[in-house]
Nanobody, 112 residues
């Protein structure tokens, strides 16, 4: 059974940083774009970042552009999402996605 596994969430103060990780099957990097989504409390899940097959093309939602970086390490079968200058609006569950495959998410809470 294919699994995507997120990690790296936690409680962080406003202005802080986190690096989220998503373990994916290695062969996914050759055939699927990998995306990050998040679901804030009482809101719909929203797309926030994509790294395309090949790893060169990346895209970000306006909500995180300029303070986030999506990257990948094929040797570790992992996609990362670096989030900087976090605010309470970044609080939510962060999910990794590839095609129809989803992880269970990792909770990020930004609070003083």
């Amino acid at each position: 059974q294919v699994q995507l596994v997120e990690s790296g969430g936690g409680l962080v103060q406003p202005g802080g940083s986190l690096r989220l990780s998503c373990r994916v099957p290695t062969f996914f990097f050759d055939i699927y774009d990998i995306r990050w989504y998040r679901r804030a409390p009482e809101k719909e899940r929203e797309w926030i970042a994509t790294i395309r097959v090949g790893g060169e093309i990346k895209a970000y939602a306006d909500s995180i552009r300029g303070r986030s970086i999506i990257s990948r390490d094929i040797g570790k079968s992992t996609v990362y999402l670096q989030l900087d200058n976090l605010t309470p609006a970044d609080t939510g569950v962060y999910f990794c996605n590839a095609y129809t495959y989803w992880g269970r998410g990792t909770q990020v809470t930004v609070s003083s």
